[in-house]
């Protein structure tokens, strides 16, 4: 069966007559033809989003009313639960497991989340001046800032989307959503739902459109006020560019090449079966995927053997089963850029443990399959420890000292995530402060949580999703300043007041 999705602008759905394929990367088979909105589309969204922040109904509605449509998008994810992760599997390659237990349930969860805060969130807050020279009572509150392009990626299609459009809609912006033209499928999905939940038309429109044909326009058009991208570095640069133009807030979610410390003290099986969802869930392709593995020498050869032996053990398989442990990479694409660092690490030296070639089950030869893959003796001259690869390579180093740890982690021109695994909290406490990333976990690996935020230092971004402050992002502060000086004028009454 292929679907036919149509884009979903100014409350309607509509199908245009230049269409796209969608892959299933699994097989290589087409499993959608998607509708692509070409300039008009794209002027047509940009109008709606407008209109529906300057006029419409959207922006006089109480915060009790625009909660009770937030949390009828998270009921309507959760009513379209399993359908939904079918949808996310068949159309990225992620194991039926994973959009079943995270990627869905994460996604209702963001927008129940937001909803049930956002009063909170926005309430104003009073300041009392008394100084020398005045006395003043000065009101910060918290506005939308109006019309939102989100951007997402192919990593993690309805989950990022979800994080993204429930901070938006709950801070009462109105957005353009442009999905991942690979993975556009349960974004168009999310639409019906969102047509259901009778948000008013024009506060959420859904374009499909390569980012090279949209890209510009949409970021730079004077209409727009701000952009939350999530996305390779390259793109983010190209984003930050276009919206010079007329100055936009920006919020850059982008590339990451994480470092995973293992101290000789740390629960070496927790370490082990944590660092394989650090670095093969989802294939590998996670902003925050662990990469870089730096082991203490004391337990290197323990640590690299039990590792090993376990990634041999991973199953991979066709996304719909619910015992496949791995998919296919996303693309055709993907999985030649992952083949050519593979290549260029051998080249460079670093020797592979395992993997390091497509899948060599004749069942999966179809699909873009790569095995796990793990590089030991990695050095920091190599590309494969600079470089973001957004497959299921790992690459091992060893450390002796925590400090040579510490810069062996921080040589990186990212900063988003590290991971340390080890039973001392005052060392763990102490490393965390040392490392030059936006997010630390500490003897566990990946927990995003709606009440936290996450964003990453360096090249890897700035601003961050999720959270009071992740949320905030989606606003912006106004500052309301009244004179409450008594029985005499302000100074302003004298300057010249001859
Ligand atoms: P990408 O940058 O190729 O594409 C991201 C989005 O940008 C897509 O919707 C794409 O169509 C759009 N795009 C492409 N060119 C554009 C242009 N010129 N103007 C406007 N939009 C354009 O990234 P990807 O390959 O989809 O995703 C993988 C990347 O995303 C990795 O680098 C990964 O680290 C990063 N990522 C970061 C986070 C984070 O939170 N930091 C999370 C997930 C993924």
Known sequence: MIYNYSLFIDGKFLETKNKQQVFNPATGECIAEVSIAAGNDIESAINAARRAFDESPWKKSSLAERKEYILKISQGILEKAQELASLESLNTGKPIKETTFMDIPSSAAAFDHFANHLEEFLAAENVEINSQIANAKSTLSREPQGVV????????????????????????????????????????????????????????????????????????????????????NAVGKKIMEYASANVKKLT???????????????????????????????????????????????????FVNDFVAKAKRIKLGKPEDFETQMGPLVSKAQLEKVISYVEKGKKEGAKIACGGKTSQDFSLKQGFFFEPTIFVDVTKDMTIFKEEIFGPVACISKFKTENEAITLANASDFGLAACLWTKSHEAAGR????????????????????????????QSGFGKELGREGFLEYTRLKNVIMDITKEAKPLVNYWYGF
């Open 431 to 458: 490393i965390a402060k040392s490392l030059n990333t936006g997010t630390v976990w500490i003897n566990t690996y990946g927990m995003f949580f709606n009440e936290v935020p996450y964003g990453g230092f360096k």
């Open 252 to 302: 850059m979610e982008l590339g990451g090449k994480s470092a995973s410390i293992i101290l000789k003290d740390a629960d070496i099986e927790l370490a082990v079966n944590g660092s394989l969802c650090s670095i093969f869930l989802n294939q590998g392709q996670m902003c925050t995927a662990m990469s870089r593995i730096f082991v203490q020498d004391e337990i290197y050869d323990n």
């Open 149 to 232: 392009v989100l951007i997402a990626p192919w990593n993690y299609p309805l989950l990022i989307t979800s994080w993204k459009l429930s901070q938006a809609l709950a801070a009462g912006n109105t957005v353009i959503l442009k999905p991942s033209s690979l993975t556009p499928l349960t974004a168009l999905e999310l639409g019906k739902i969102i047509h259901n939940a009778g948000l008013p038309s024009g506060v959420v429109n859904i374009i499909n459109a390569g980012g090279e044909a949209c890209g510009k326009t949409l970021c730079s058009d004077k209409r727009i006020d701000m952009i939350s991208f999530t996305g390779s």
